[in-house]
């Protein structure tokens, strides 16, 4: 036994808290179990419809009082004393604490072994199927080929290893059955005796099945990655398509600062050269104004002078004018010499 | 006429008596009444001096003679004339030269117009033994950087005593350059500096004074070196001054902060020339010259070519330049002002630099040199000398005047110094051409680049007025020098709509600021009258004579501005 678990190992810890798939209060009164298991019962009954059957690691016997339930001759056996001590009290007097390494008494139309033995060691394995085999023509069973994390699991084995081992005893799948809704590798194995014919018939059945599955999906993957291939094309062709609009629009944008600053730089210029026209008109218009001014001022100075010159020339006119009477007077009046010499030569010539 | 009390200093030693009868003469006869005049004797060795001076003291009371008990030299004893100056300015004087009847009221007139002025220079001639007059320099307006290049101010300087008391007077160990070590540091402080354009100083070329050969004195130019040095550390202005190639010039070299990214704008359309008899695409050289000629890395070059441009050269200038190298397209019809602008936009430079695509980088270090003035936020732009192939003078600075647009220093022999210095040294100018120029980014930004109205002519002198406008500087740089293989007898169309967008914007020039007494060239015109075609006519007076200092300005022709 040193290989295998031992009782103390499914204590309460064991089905309360760390296992069974992280459900809370592993029982009859959880109803999530109880659905679980009442419903598992109907497909058992639907399936093989048997009158007896024993469950092989039992646990609680939560399976055995859905079968019970369902009115079958249930019993259950489980190597761990918590597991039957802490069974529902409706469901105790069907099971009792005992070894699937000792032999069944009795025949059962059906032996459940669920989930059992990747907790037993090898050696202990192998008595259980030859227990089971003993007992029965037709085995629930399910082992887990996975799962390695849960500490217990000391013997877990890939589902053809069961198979082959089932085999060596005579017993064989029965193909027609799926067991998925208890777990993926569930199996219910058959005491037959087959021709090879039949055996190689029915696992090429399953076999072409299955190969025809993988062939399409194969196919399917490939025009995924084909699919995606495009897509993935389509988007790159797309973001650089799209980079290439956005560079082209950051040239464009560019081109625009430089055109606006080359704008604003002439209108600075021409502002500066506005302003600096500005500046030179007011002067020159200054300039002018007082050159204006000057040359009023020298007007009102040539008038004055003018005027002036005016009145001397008035002046002066009138003098000559009077100057001239008189000339024109003495002019008319014979000189003293003319009266003098005719005076003494006697009269005029 | 009365006014400001003047005091005249005027450090004696055994000057000829004659001589000193003539200045004090000079000084006696002003039309402006108040002033003192300090003559301070340095133990001059006859005592017929000191006794000549005791007689004017006795018959005039503002003549003053402080006899030193020690004989100190020049700087010691003008420090006393300015101890003892009861006066609101300071005229300096020499022994031995003579003032105009005018001098002091010509001062006092630009004072009372200007209460903030602490400095006040005119322009000088020379007279020799026989009284006769000539040399004279119709000086710049006020030209920080050409002081730095030469001592152009004196004579006749004039400083509020205030002023030239706060900066320490003359300082010891600058004997020879006294004078340009005080005007540096009384121009660093100054609230304003007025240049009266008259001559009002006689300089007398007598046999061992500065003005007959300042290679009398080789002390007096090492200590001007140092006298620039010192003003260039003060202000903090990263240069090494050096000796320029006369006495009395000196060169400045700056430095510039290889953190700043310099763009290279360059306008082309990719043709070819023949230059020195063999066939180049100009562009590529141009590029290739200022590549080779620059120790400067933070550097792009902007080429703004027209569609016609030849791919193979496009792909020329990628290999000579490789990743410093923009090209920007332009496709609109030829706008030198255009192109310019959007080239210039397009710059990511801190600096612009802009350059003809038909010029060759000469000097080392040109754009070092042209760039690293724009340090100084009062310069807005910079310029170069340029040269044609024939190795005359291209340009050397604008000057707009007598209603024209001129290169004044054009055709003269590329050896030359110019009238009083003017190509060896860096000087403030009009305006430069922008075959060769720099300007900050942001002030090329603010004035709004070059003005697009202009597309050929006339765009660089738009905007060498628009940065003065600003109150900005224009600084010619000599040391910068390329060749500019512009056609001397290409006859270039000037439209006078052209000439009249200038003179509309900034009136009509007259006189030049800077470059004064120009005469127009007198050459033959083109319809536009724009550039003389033929070179034989219009060249400058002052050509071929190696002596910067016996150059008169007067003898600058001016060609025409028309690129």
């Known amino acids: 036994m040193s290989e295998g678990t031992p009782s103390e190992d499914y204590s309460g810890t064991y089905y309360d808290d760390a296992h069974l798939g992280g459900y809370d209060n592993y029982s009859w009164d959880n109803e999530e179990w109880r659905t679980f298991f009442l419903s598992l019962a109907d497909r058992v009954v639907g399936i093989v419809n048997p009158r007896s059957v024993l469950d092989v690691g039992c646990a609680r016997g939560l399976f055995v009082q859905a079968l019970a339930a369902k009115g079958l001759q249930a019993s259950g056996i489980d190597i761990s004393e918590h597991a039957i001590a802490s069974a529902h009290v409706d469901v105790r007097d069907r099971l009792r604490v005992a070894s699937a390494t000792e032999p069944f008494e009795g025949h059962y139309d059906l032996v459940a072994c669920i989930e059992v033995l990747e907790h037993m060691g090898p050696v202990d394995a192998q008595r259980a199927i030859d227990n089971i085999a003993a007992a029965t023509d037709l085995v629930l069973f399910s082992s887990s080929p996975t799962d390695h994390d849960e500490p217990t699991h000391i013997n877990t084995r890939p589902a053809e290893q069961w198979a082959a081992w089932f085999a060596e005893r005579g017993f064989f799948r029965r193909t027609d059955v799926d067991l998925s809704f208890l777990s993926p590798w569930a199996v219910l194995f058959e005491r037959r005796e087959l021709t090879l014919h039949t055996l190689a018939h029915r696992y090429e059945q399953q076999l072409a099945a299955v190969n025809t599955e993988l062939m399409e999906k194969r196919q399917a993957l490939l025009e995924s990655h084909r699919r995606i291939s495009s897509l993935n094309q389509q988007l790159e062709s797309g973001v650089s398509k799209k980079m290439a609009e956005q560079a082209a629009q950051v040239e464009h944008w560019q081109a625009e600062v430089l055109a606006a600053r080359h704008q604003l730089l002439t209108t600075r210029d021409h502002v500066i050269g506005t302003e600096a026209q500005v500046a030179r008109l007011t002067g020159d218009e200054q300039r002018l104004r007082r050159e204006l001014a000057q040359a009023r001022k020298q007007l009102v100075n040539v008038r004055g002078r003018l005027k002036e010159t005016r009145g001397r020339v008035e002046r002066l006119t009138r003098k000559n004018r009077q100057l001239a009477a008189e000339i024109e007077a003495v002019r008319l009046r014979p000189s003293f010499a003319r009266r003098a010499a005719r005076k003494l030569l006697g009269g005029p010539r | ?563």
């Open chain 2, 1 to 563: 006429m009365r006014g400001p009390l003047f005091s005249i200093v005027t450090p004696v030693y055994e000057p000829p008596l004659d001589v000193l009868a003539d200045t004090i003469a000079s000084v006696l006869a002003q039309d402006h009444e108040d002033w003192e005049w300090i003559l301070v004797d340095d133990c001059s060795p006859s005592e017929a001096v000191r006794e000549l001076i005791r007689e004017q003291a006795s018959a005039d009371p503002r003549v003053r003679l402080l006899e030193r008990g020690t004989n100190g030299h020049i700087v010691a004893a003008s420090n006393d004339g300015i101890d003892a100056a009861r006066g609101e300015f300071i005229v300096l004087l020499d022994h031995d030269d003579l003032l105009t009847t005018d001098a002091l009221s010509a001062n006092a007139l630009q004072i009372e117009a200007h209460e903030d002025v602490d400095y006040l220079y005119s322009d000088e001639d020379k007279i020799d033994d026989e009284g006769i007059l000539y040399d004279e320099f119709a000086k710049p307006d006020w030209s920080p950087e050409r002081l730095r290049g030469q001592m152009y101010t004196s004579h006749l300087s004039v400083m509020r005593t205030e002023v030239v008391r706060r900066v320490g007077g003359f300082r010891e160990g600058y004997d020879g350059s006294q004078d340009h070590d005080l005007a540096l540091r009384v121009g660093e402080v100054a609230r304003r500096v007025i240049h009266i354009p008259r001559v009002l100083y006689h300089w007398r070329a007598v046999v061992g004074s500065a003005s007959a050969d300042i290679n009398a004195k080789p002390y007096a130019t090492i200590a001007g070196a140092n006298a620039v040095q010192d003003h260039m550390d003060r202000i903090g202005l990263a240069a090494e001054v050096g000796q320029g190639p006369v006495p009395g010039h000196y060169r400045i070299t700056r430095r510039l902060d290889p953190d700043v990214r310099v763009s290279v704008v360059i306008p082309t359309i990719g043709q070819s020339d023949l230059i020195w008899g063999s066939r180049r695409v100009m562009v590529v050289e141009a590029v290739r010259s200022l590549l080779d000629q620059t120790a400067h890395d933070n550097l792009e070059v902007v080429v703004v070519y027209d569609e016609p441009t030849p791919p193979e050269v496009l792909r020329e200038l990628e290999r000579v330049a490789g990743d410093r190298l923009v090209l920007e397209r332009f496709t609109r019809p030829f706008n030198y002002s255009e192109k310019m602008n959007v080239g210039c936009l397009r710059a990511t430079g801190d600096r612009l630099v802009f350059l003809n695509d038909d010029v060759e980088v000469i000097s080392q270090g040109w754009l070092e040199q042209l760039v690293a003035p724009l340090d100084e936020l009062d310069v807005g732009l910079t310029g170069a000398r340029l040269y044609f192939g024939d190795d005359t003078v291209q340009h050397a600075g604008h000057a707009y005047a007598q209603g024209h647009y001129l290169h004044p220093f054009r055709d003269l022999p590329r050896e030359s110094y110019g009238p009083f210095g003017a190509l060896i040294i860096n000087r403030e100018a009009s305006g430069v051409t922008a075959a060769c120029a720099a300007m900050r980014r942001d002030t090329f930004i603010e004035i709004g680049g070059f003005c697009e109205s202009l597309p050929a002519n006339f765009n660089d002198v738009d905007l060498c007025y628009k940065v003065r406008a600003q109150g900005q500087r224009i600084v010619y740089v000599a040391s910068v020098e390329l060749y500019h293989f512009e056609s001397r007898s290409r006859e270039r169309v000037v439209h006078d709509w052209e000439r009249s967008v200038v003179r509309g914007r900034w009136g009509i020039p007259l006189e030049d600021p800077y470059v004064r007494g120009l005469r127009r060239a007198p050459a033959g015109r083109g319809a536009g009258a724009g550039k003389g075609p033929d070179k034989g006519s219009g060249k400058g007076a002052g050509k071929g004579s190696g002596k910067a200092t016996r150059k008169g300005a007067a003898g600058a022709a001016g060609r025409a501005v028309s690129s």
